[in-house]
């Protein structure tokens, strides 16, 4: 069976057309559709970078109050233990009691008499929101507190014009 020469040429464009639509059609089948990029605008540009240092301030602010935390953390809880305090009777009594709210820092730079040490008991109480202390508890705290750490005779920070 043979073709005349006019339908072979017929047949032969045909089939070089369907092949050029199916070499044409086919990546566009099969690559998604790419949107044109455009450059970004000066107001894009601009948020971009104001967000940029936001950003930068925001971590800036949280590593300082981080810092400062960790600070404040160490002024509040040095590490001591009660071997800074004087030996003597009462002296766990006064390392627990006392540094749950404040270093010993406070009591060793301080020097009272002991009805001062009780006068502080009760404005620690009422003011500062200490436990109370009743009993044998704050007779054995307070009379460590007179003993180990009376009034000086001559404070540093002192007025010589008023003594």
């Known amino acids: 069976m043979s073709l005349p020469a006019v339908e072979k040429v017929a047949l032969g464009a045909i089939c070089a057309l369907g092949l050029l639509v199916l070499f044409l059609d086919l ?8 949107a044109e990029v455009l450059p970004p605008t000066r107001a894009a540009l601009a948020t971009a970078e104001a967000d ?3 950003a930068l301030a925001r971590a800036e602010r949280e590593a300082a109050a981080k810092a400062e935390g960790e600070r404040l953390a160490a002024v509040q809880n040095p590490g001591e233990t009660e071997d800074i ?12 009691r006392c ?16 009805e001062r040490w009780d006068e502080l008991m009760d404005w620690m109480t ?7 202390l009743e ?3 704050r007779t054995l705290v307070v009379d460590y507190l007179a003993e180990h750490f009376p009034p000086r005779r001559n404070p540093r920070n002192a007025n010589p014009f008023l003594n």
């Open 52 to 54: 940029a240092r936001a």
């Open 126 to 132: 009422e003011k500062q929101g200490m436990a109370p």
């Open 27 to 34: 990546p566009a089948s099969r690559v998604p559709h790419r």
């Open 135 to 137: 009993g044998e508890v």
């Open 85 to 96: 305090l004087p030996v003597g009777h009462g002296r766990e009594e006064v390392f627990a």
């Open 99 to 114: 540094t749950a709210c404040h270093s010993t820092a406070i009591i060793r730079r301080s020097g009272f008499s002991r």
